[in-house]
């Protein structure tokens, strides 16, 4: 009965900050800063994919960015467990 995320997968829906599907991950990396975590994607290891992560203050919501290495391929926003689901949020 709660929305829990919200995938965002085409471009032209920015984040309040101004990051965008489609985006360099110099520039997501410019908008958020060191508040960003960067770890390996879960389906392309060794091959650039990363997951971009950034926790509110309390940790109880997320942003997730999933990049092919060099732009953001899409986003997603939500419960700070939601955003961590590897494949969406069913």
């Given at each position: 009965?709660?929305?829990?995320?919200?995938?965002?997968?085409?471009?032209g829906i920015e984040t309040l900050s101004g990051a965008a599907v489609g985006d360099l991950v110099s520039k997501v990396h410019a908008l958020y800063g060191g508040r960003l975590r960067a770890r390996d994607?879960?389906?392309?290891?060794g091959e650039g994919m990363q997951y971009l992560t950034m926790f509110s203050g309390d940790r109880h919501y997320g942003i997730r960015?999933?990049?092919?290495?060099?732009?953001?391929t899409e986003y997603y926003v939500g419960?700070?467990?939601?955003?961590?689901?590897?494949?969406d949020c069913l």
């Open positions: 009965g709660r929305v829990a995320r919200i995938d965002v997968t085409k471009r994607h879960d389906f392309g290891s960015f999933e990049t092919d290495g060099e732009r953001v419960t700070a467990e939601a955003v961590q689901f590897i494949e």
